[in-house]
Structures are given as C-alpha cells and as structure tokens.
C-alpha cells in the first residue's frame, strides 16, 4: 500500500509496512531501560513503519531521533558502548599509513586506537566524550559533519561512520557531507545494524525503534543508492554472528507468531507476547543445535559499507 510519507532518500514510492504504538513503546523503555521517552515521540499515538520501493530503505515516520539525554540514560547500561567492535578490525584493514582519516560520532575516539599511524579527526555530539577523547591526545571536536564540511571539503582520503547514520533523521544530508568530505577517489565507509539479517526480523529489539533508530539499512540499500551520491560500491563485509542466542530467540519467536497467525512488524508488551516468548525459549536449543553446522551459520549484528569517491 502506497502511502504520502516521504523516503528519507528522496524516492518513492513509499509502501506501509506496519505501525508501533507509541504508548507501548514508552511503557515498554521504563519497564526495560527505567527510561523515560514518553516526551521524545513527537505527541502521536502511533509511528508508520515503512519501505521505500525504490531504493529499499526501511524507515519510521515521522522520524523522532533522540535527543541528547536519552543516550545519556542509555550509556549507563554496561553493555550500550562497546569499544572493541568487529567492525573496526575490518575498517582499520582498509587503511593505509599516513592516510587522513574523519570519523564522524567518534564518541570516546575507540576506533582511532586502531589507527596509530594516521592523521586522525573525530567529530561528536557528546560534550563529555569529547572531554574524554581530547584528553587521550585525539583531536574530536564537538561540530555536524554537515557544517564541518563546508569548510574541509574534500580533504581526507577516509571518511567513517559507525553505528550513527541509523540514529539521524536526515541521512540524505549525513551521507553527502560525509562525502563532500572525502577526496576524489577516497574511502568512504559506514557501519550499520545488519537489518537483512536477523535484527530485521526481530520484532522486540526496543533500540532497533524510536527514538533510538529512526532507518534499517542493509548492503542492498547503499548498492541502490551509491551512484546517487557520486560513490562506487567497494565492498560489503557482514561481522560474524557473535549472540547465537539473540538469534535464536528472534527465529523461534518468529515462528511461533506465524503459527499461531500474529503477522504484527512488532511485539514486544502484553500478555500474548510474554506467552509468546516462553514457548519460543522451548524452540530455542533445537534451533542453537542447527547453529553448530558453519554452513548454516547466518550473518551478524553489523555490516561495513565500503564505498569509494568517484
């Protein structure tokens, strides 16, 4: 079903997917996180979830992105930040020594320690990250990439970004800054949650919604895209998948929402999803002992986007 809300891309048309009440969403975070998000949801009772025909973004609309308190609350879960990152590995292989390199939402500068002999830039949002990074001799400073780019036009020769583009709300303009930032022939590369695996079909991941995601990507999305940007497509890399359980739960559940006939994008509060979950943990070891076979094994949490400037 076609429907007015614009892709985020500039495409169309734009096809409804599903819906998720806002009311649950913000009852589900206090229950979840001990967050409040009831104000950051733009007053509405319901958010659309959607898919852009053309160049296959998936997407929330109206797009509430979260402001800079609610990842304040969730920096406090000891799992939120995590400094050793697959990701980084396979970024770090693709570039040289010497090479000027910007990472955009640095926080605490992690990924720069993979990089001990590149001129390094970070920018980020988080004043007490920058505080911290500054302090460990990283040069981060508090600036968008969108005005940081009207002056640094086409200086580095790699621009990276991870786990940001899926919390902005104008990823247009996040990726075209991002670009005008490389040089001619530069890297340019993303990290993103993999959702052509197993988190796009995970219908309780409350930090896969909003305020906290606002678009799914996936390696499809940016091949669509690329050329819109002035970019060639280098290569995908999906990380391993490392929660064997997260998958499991998400396929068992899956399954037992299409045999009882529950087609709902998602399900996370009520009686009918707890009842859900349990039978879904009795399918859960029969599933993990298919996991053994490294044939059958599914792709991970994050996939890396490597593009080139043309």
């Known amino acids: 079903m076609s429907i007015p809300a614009k892709c985020p891309l500039g495409h169309e048309p734009v096809e409804f997917v599903g819906f998720v009440s806002t009311g649950e969403l913000a009852s589900a975070y206090r229950t979840r996180f001990n967050v409040d998000i009831s104000q950051m949801l733009d007053g509405r009772a319901t958010l659309s979830f959607c898919r852009c025909a053309e160049c296959g973004i998936r997407f929330f609309d109206p797009a509430t992105p979260g402001p800079p308190e609610l990842y304040a609350e969730l920096s406090r879960i000891s799992w939120y930040y995590i400094s050793d990152k697959e990701e980084y590995r396979l970024a770090a292989r693709r570039i040289d020594k010497g090479q000027k390199v910007l990472e955009i939402g640095c926080g605490r500068g992690a990924f720069a320690r993979y ?20 302090a460990a001799g990283l040069d981060v400073r508090p600036e968008s990439v969108e005005d940081f780019s009207r002056s640094h036009a086409s200086n580095f020769d790699v621009v990276c970004s991870f786990q940001v583009l899926e919390h902005v709300s104008d990823p247009a303009s996040f990726i075209a800054a991002c670009v005008a930032c ?7 590369m993303f990290g993103v949650p993999n959702c052509g695996g197993y988190l796009g079909a995970q219908p309780d991941d409350l930090l896969n919604m909003p305020p906290h ?35 499991a739960d998400t396929r068992a559940l899956r399954f037992m929402m299409k045999t009882l006939k529950q087609t709902n994008s998602f399900l996370f509060l009520g009686m009918k999803y707890r009842l859900l979950k349990t039978a879904a943990r009795v399918l859960r070891p029969f599933i993990l002992v298919g996991l053994e076979d490294p044939h059958l094994k599914p792709p991970g949490h994050s996939i890396l986007v490597v593009m080139r400037k043309m």
């Open 115 to 134: 990089l001990p002999e590149q001129q390094y830039i970070g920018l980020e949002y988080n004043t007490d990250a920058v505080k911290t990074a500054c």
């Open 182 to 188: 490389a040089k001619p022939g530069g890297i340019v």
């Open 213 to 247: 995601h606002l678009t799914w990507w996936t390696g499809d999305v940016f091949w669509n895209i690329a050329p819109q940007y002035g970019l060639e497509m280098v290569a995908t890399e999906t990380e391993p998948l490392s929660n064997k359980s997260a998958y």
